[in-house]
């Protein structure tokens, strides 16, 4: 008997995909469970009674869908055209791009001069994968997992998104495709509850972990105290190796690297990893010993440089799990940042669900600031980035279908979501992996519960007891 559930909003794409999935019950009306997982097209009939559901039906059945998706494209400033007259853009490549659970699975391009419609790679060119992260983010923004947009390239080479569908018609073709990536997804929701079961039977109680590494790459900065000026850090580290340099590289008087990146060696426990941070730390001392280099991190330690906490997961990314770490990780952290350097970082990076995929078929989460502040806010970001991966189906609370709050955390509102800190709170409390890691993850609670902020001026090598030498860098 099949174990998850498709709702289509006709019969002709509910014949196309029971011939390609006879796993799957697909139907035209909402049917009652129990099911493993709930997979919606455009149908936002019944309720969400599943523990992985890609389009919910809180969303769909907003009888102003379409306007709300463009309020909260707005409230996050993506690019997008309205088409009532305001605007006067003229576009010479228009693309679709369909999706299903943060995947731009197939790309469509029409172009002036040119008969009938291309099949494009996302990988094709810069501008076709700018395409498609713009369309997974608008996708993203609008509440959904399922569905297509639209994106315009004007004559001045600016992307705009111009319609979203969270139902899409099936032809066979296209069904045929969706079918491919559904399968693939059917499989990784059956691994997981197989995986969920076995952890509870290994460790003998009820909600076990299911096993996943973890790893990361947080970022600092150098400062001469002397001068007040920013270091490079490719002055003291290479760019290769467990401490190097990041990628982005500036021009401040001569041409460097400014940007030190700690990658430490991946583990499935986040104690594990935390003690592997703090070794790479001592390394990076060894080679940046001098007292006159201050050390960095926070969220923004020079006006146009920022830099992230990333941390990676090893499992896919779904439009659920980003969620769940969007509202019960990145908030919290918001919570203590300084809302002027956060506000500044949010123009160019740690957007809300902002995730790249990383060569080992996992992925890394981009939207928190770089916790090596202290000790203290390391343990905290790694344990609670455990306790979310492993059980984000249990964690419901979205405060992102709302406008207001996309923009209240682009603009480092941190009031707003004080409103909602204790459902934050006690939802993460309630979950059984959390009591694993609670006496690691309390003194950040109580530390956003006073309503205290960190402090990002000092030297981090003193709140982490690294060994910082009397020598001075002339």
């Known amino acids: 008997m099949p174990r998850n559930l498709m709702i289509v909003p006709d019969q002709s794409s509910a014949d196309h995909l029971s011939a390609l999935l006879p796993e799957l019950a697909v139907s035209t009306t909402y049917q009652s469970g129990p099911w493993r997982s709930i997979v919606r097209w455009g149908v936002g009939e019944g309720r969400d009674d599943a523990e992985v559901v890609l389009n919910r039906a809180s969303v769909l059945s907003d009888p102003e869908f379409s306007a709300t998706v463009r309020q909260r494209w707005a409230a996050s400033r993506i690019p997008r055209y309205t088409g009532d007259g305001s605007q006067v853009v003229r576009f010479y490549k228009r693309y679709r791009v369909y999706l299903f659970d943060t995947e731009p699975i197939l790309l469509q391009r029409r172009e002036i001069g040119r008969r009938g419609v291309q099949t494009v790679r996302s990988s094709l060119s810069k501008e076709t994968r700018q395409v498609a992260e713009l ?12 569905g297509s947009i639209d994106i315009g390239l004007s004559s001045y080479g600016k992307l705009y998104v111009t319609n979203c569908n969270p139902a899409p018609k099936l032809s066979k073709r296209l069904a045929k495709v969706y079918a491919h ?38 970022e600092f900065m150098l400062r001469n105290a002397r001068t007040g000026r920013m270091a490079f850090a490719s002055d003291f580290f290479p760019m290769e190796g467990q401490v190097g340099c990041d990628a982005r590289r500036v021009t401040a008087g001569r041409s460097g690297y400014p940007l030190a990146e700690v990658r430490p060696r991946p583990a499935i426990c986040p104690l594990e990893l935390y003690e592997n941070t703090r070794q790479v730390l001592a390394r990076a001392a060894r080679l940046a010993p001098y007292r006159n280099i201050q050390w960095r991190a926070g969220t923004l330690p020079f006006r146009r440089l920022s830099v992230g906490g990333h941390i990676h997961f090893g499992m896919r990314p779904t439009g659920q799990l980003l969620r769940a770490l969007d509202n019960y990780l990145a908030v919290l952290f918001l ?56 059980d984000w189906p249990k964690l419901h609370l979205d405060m992102f279908l709302s406008a207001e709050a996309q923009r209240a955390f682009r603009s480092a509102d941190q009031s707003f979501f004080r409103r909602h800190l204790p459902k934050v709170l006690a939802d993460l409390r309630s979950l059984d992996s959390f009591k694993q890691y609670a006496e690691h993850i309390e003194p950040f609670f109580e530390w956003i519960e006073a309503e205290r902020r960190w402090k990002t001026g000092g030297d981090l090598r003193r709140s982490w007891r690294l060994r910082v030498s009397r020598r001075m860098k002339p």
């Open 135 to 146: 369309a997974a983010r608008a996708l993203y923004l609008a509440g959904l997992d399922v």
């Open 181 to 218: 990536y559904i399968d693939a997804w059917l499989k990784r929701v059956e691994a997981r509850w197989t995986a969920s079961l076995l952890a509870e039977i290994r460790e003998g109680k009820q909600g076990s972990c299911p096993r996943f590494m973890m790893g990361a790459d947080p």
């Open 335 to 390: 919570l203590v940042e300084n809302p002027a350097a956060a506000r500044l970082r949010r123009s160019k990076y740690g957007w809300l669900g902002d995730f790249r995929m990383k060569s080992h078929g996992g992925f890394e989460y981009r939207v928190i600031p770089s916790w090596l502040v202290n000790p203290m806010f390391a343990r905290a970001a790694l344990c609670l980035a455990k306790v979310i991966g492993c």
